[in-house]
């Protein structure tokens, strides 16, 4: 996802001081922007050419990366998807937002006809390889964001059922791998207010085999291996069936992997609308981690932060910074990203549908209007360590 990068000359605002707006959050002013982007003026108010249809954002933006299996086309194959968009384009289904009934439907047939071959081979490897590549298929169906969270926002049902549909082929394939993934429903023992009583995680940890390199596994008191663990908390769009290469890199070096959604995406327990529900959130998987020290060495844990991911990384290593070895923010939006004015460009660049409904509704907003009016000031505050802390202070008083 790309972001703004203010100039060096840029200086940040000196209130911290709350205000409550209309909707009843406490807002703080937000801070003046950058005088200049450093993506320049032209990149900044261009309309990127995949915006142009359902045929622009295939044969300008998309076809490419499915040709090579990469983000957002990881596990798949071009040819499942290529029928499908020539599909789209000829019945002239140009949902510019990705948000229409066509559009996810068009998928459905493919990744069906994927599982069922799955099932039919007698050959555990190969049918992995297809049970993911109807996952993938199903993955761009149900794109570019869903949420299920009472009260926050409207759940497009024909998405939510291309989602449950992936989780369970996905786990056709997972649970069958030399280093499996479990699925569980850990304890919410920190929720408060709207919050979710349970936390859905993909847990994956290193098989005898799997592991080629010890890189500091320790053992413990009955001499089993104590893996250090990898949070990743995933994105806007990517949600846990979306990273097998990145928990087979973690495996492979001896790393459990802790995998599970942010707040206000897919299954997510956590109040979209609440800034520190996210903190809440990490501080349950901590007591869960805790619960695990037969097989987790839980003096060593590092959280990676994907996309939208990234922003609750940026926190955490202010929130939970005793807890963690380590933070990868990995694209990740703070502050003037949260800017008006470059909200009120967003919509035009890279992401291929447009970005800030979805983002709105990811943080409890009806409208994408008033997510841009208030969203720097509610959930953007990284000034200073101090306005931040006030703010998460403020949120809970």
């Not at 044969?59 to 194959?77: I, M, N, Q, R, S």
């Not at 993938?136 to 149900?142: G, K, P, W």
């Not at 049902?157 to 056709?172: C, G, I, S």
């Not at 070895?325 to 291929?352: M, N, S």
Request: net charge negative; proline share 7%.
């Amino acid at each position: 996802m790309l972001h703004p990068l203010q100039t060096p000359q840029h200086a940040s605002s000196s209130s911290t001081t709350p205000l409550r707006s209309a909707a009843g959050k406490m807002v703080v002013p937000a801070t003046p922007p950058p005088q200049h982007w450093m993506m320049g003026t032209e990149a900044f108010n261009s309309v990127m050419p995949h915006h142009g249809g359902i045929e622009a954002l295939w044969e300008t933006k998309w076809k490419l990366p499915c040709t090579k299996a990469v983000y957002p086309f990881h596990d798949g194959a071009y040819e499942d998807f290529e029928p499908v968009f020539r599909d789209l384009i000829a019945r002239g289904v140009n949902d510019g937002s990705g948000t229409s009934p066509e559009y996810t439907r068009a998928f459905l047939a493919t990744a069906e006809e994927l599982e069922h071959r799955g099932d039919a081979e007698a050959d555990p490897e190969e049918a992995s390889k297809l049970y993911l590549r109807a996952a993938c298929v199903l993955r761009i169906a149900r794109f570019p964001y869903i949420g299920l969270h009472p009260g926050t926002h409207h759940v497009d049902l024909v998405k939510w059922d291309a989602w449950e549909r992936q989780k369970k082929v996905y786990m056709k394939a997972a649970r069958t791998w030399e280093s499996p993934i479990e699925e569980l429903h850990i304890p919410h023992t920190f929720r408060q207010g709207a919050d979710g009583d349970s936390i859905p995680v993909y847990v994956r940890i290193p098989s005898e085999k799997a592991t080629s390199l010890p890189d500091g596994v320790q053992a413990n008191g009955n001499q089993k291996h104590k893996h250090p663990v990898v949070i990743l908390l995933t994105g806007l769009d990517g949600y846990r069936p979306d990273n097998t290469v990145r928990t087979e890199e973690f495996v492979s070096r001896g790393w459990a992997a802790v995998v599970f959604e942010i707040q206000g995406t897919a299954d997510s327990p956590a109040d979209p609308s609440d800034p520190a529900s996210g903190d809440r959130l990490l501080d349950s998987v901590f007591a869960w981690i805790d619960t695990r020290k037969d097989d987790l060495d839980v003096s060593r844990v590092l959280l990676w932060g994907l996309s939208s991911g990234g922003y609750h990384a940026v926190r955490a290593a202010h929130t939970h910074r005793e807890r963690l070895r380590g933070v990868v923010a990995q694209g990740a939006g703070v502050h003037h990203f949260f800017d008006r004015d470059w909200l009120a460009r967003a919509d035009g660049h890279e992401y291929p549908f447009q970005l800030t409904p979805a983002m709105a509704a990811k943080h409890g907003y009806g409208s994408a209007e008033e997510f841009a009016e208030e969203a720097q000031g509610y959930i953007g505050w990284f000034d200073a360590y101090r306005g931040f802390n006030d703010a998460v202070q403020i949120q809970h008083s």
